[in-house]
């Protein structure tokens, strides 16, 4: 056993020859500078300086697709003016929530609540006892509170807008203290669906983040690989070849740095010296197997079933048709003692599946044997998606 051990470390070595700091690359790390983004910084500290020097604060409602940047600038902004207040013996202070995973109100506002310095018990109190407990103890502390609500349209879909719209009427009962809302959001239908009380409080302010272009995520992942990685071991190429996969993709800075470390993660498990364009291009077949088998693994029982059949149909005779796949599927149905799902439904389910990059699909028409669906499945993608079907008893 030994042995293993001391030929690992003889070829790897203690230290990464890959890494300097990895956590660099890390969702949740701030860099000093965010490049691309200094109107937004500037508009948005602009507008909570105002709020802090005591004018009525308006509300702030941040759109914009994933990985634009919405998340790393709001908490740039509040923890760099904070940090400023504290300086300066002023008061403000900023909660974040991710309403995406704090995902009850009890667990939101006590989570506000704590960001005061409040204690609120996991459990046991009414929520508008924990709310009341929250505004007492920031009128007698008396600053500005700013609350960052991200993936706040998660939040509404499941909890309703009522705790948002105490929180904007917040402000007329607090004698000393006051409180600004940002909520952040991918959906730009998001604003529709509020009560229009909340919907003209909230989004008093909008700001809207641009995708970014491929010279624009040139510059965030070429500052972040200066500091993740040890000197010259990036080949030539590999950033901008990063940078141009992402902005294919509605320019994702997530999506780019992402594909930067696990370019760097799979270069160190093969034990090279280089990260190459060789290393990327396995980095995204790894990513893309890692989405593949998350969304099979969470879909409902019949989808998965559909699937299955699909698999097993594909494997038999490399495509099938939505007609074969109904009877698969309707004959397990059937052995299990269930109902099977309409054909109409079936026909869904395969366009769900389609839309979701799981199958390939085609309608074409046969002439006289009418319109027919041929369904397929991506050679390269089998392996990933039988294995995460591989619990699915049919
Ligand atoms: N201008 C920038 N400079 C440096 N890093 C950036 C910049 N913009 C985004 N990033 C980085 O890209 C990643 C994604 O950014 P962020 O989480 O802010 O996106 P988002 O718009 O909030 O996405 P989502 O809607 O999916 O939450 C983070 O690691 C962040 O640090």
Redesign the pocket.
């Known amino acids: 056993m030994a042995d293993i051990i001391d030929e690992l470390i003889r070829k790897r070595g203690f230290a990464s020859r890959i890494f300097r700091n990895r956590e660099v690359l890390?969702?949740d790390?701030?860099?000093d500078?965010?490049?691309?983004?200094e109107n937004e910084i500037r508009r948005l500290a602009e507008h909570l300086l105002v709020s802090a020097q005591g004018m009525r604060p308006s509300n702030v409602l941040i759109y914009?697709?994933?990985?634009?940047?919405?998340?790393?600038?709001v908490k740039y902004v509040v923890s760099k003016l904070k940090e400023k207040a504290s300086s300066l013996n002023k008061r403000l202070d900023y909660a974040y929530v991710n309403t995406r995973k704090l995902d009850t109100t009890y667990r939101v506002i006590a989570s506000i609540a704590q960001s005061i310095g409040l204690r609120v018990p996991h459990t046991g109190l009414a929520i508008s006892e924990v709310y009341r407990r929250y505004i007492n103890a920031l009128d007698s502390w008396g600053g500005l509170h700013i609350i960052v609500l991200?993936?706040v349209d998660y939040y509404v879909k499941r909890e309703g807008d009522d705790l948002i719209y105490k929180l904007v009427r917040a402000n007329e009962e607090l004698s000393k203290a006051k409180i600004v809302l940002i909520g952040?959001t991918?959906d730009v239908n998001f604003i529709e669906n509020l009560d229009p009380r909340v919907r003209s409080s909230m989004g008093e302010i909008e700001m809207v983040?641009p995708p970014?272009n491929a010279e624009q995520l040139f510059t965030?992942l070429k500052?972040?690989a200066e500091l993740a990685f040890n000197q010259g071991v990036i080949e030539d190429g590999v950033i901008s070849y990063c940078s141009a996969l992402a902005a294919r993709e509605h320019g994702d800075?997530?999506r780019a740095?992402d594909l930067l470390r696990v370019s760097g993660e799979i270069a160190e498990r093969e034990g090279a010296e280089r990260v190459t364009i060789e290393h990327v291009k396995k980095a995204t077949l790894e990513i893309e197997e890692g989405r593949i088998y998350q969304s099979v693994v969470t879909l409902p029982l019949h989808q998965k079933l559909v699937l299955k059949k699909i698999v097993e149909l594909v494997e038999a005779k490399g495509s099938t048709t939505t007609g074969e796949v109904y009877t698969a599927y309707s004959n397990i149905m059937r052995n299990l003692k269930y109902e099977p799902l309409s054909l109409r439904r079936i026909s869904e389910i395969i366009s769900q599946l389609d839309m979701m990059g799981l199958i390939i699909s085609e309608v074409v028409n046969r002439g006289k044997y009418g319109i027919t669906r041929i369904i397929k499945i991506r050679k390269d993608m089998l392996p990933v998606i039988k294995d995460a079907l591989k619990d699915v008893e049919a």
Request: glycine share 10%; hydrophobic share 30%; charged share 20%.
């Open positions: 890390h969702p790390y701030i860099p500078t965010l490049p691309h983004r914009g697709l994933t990985g634009t940047g919405k998340t790393v600038v991200d993936e952040i991918n983040f970014y965030i500052q972040r800075a997530r740095l």
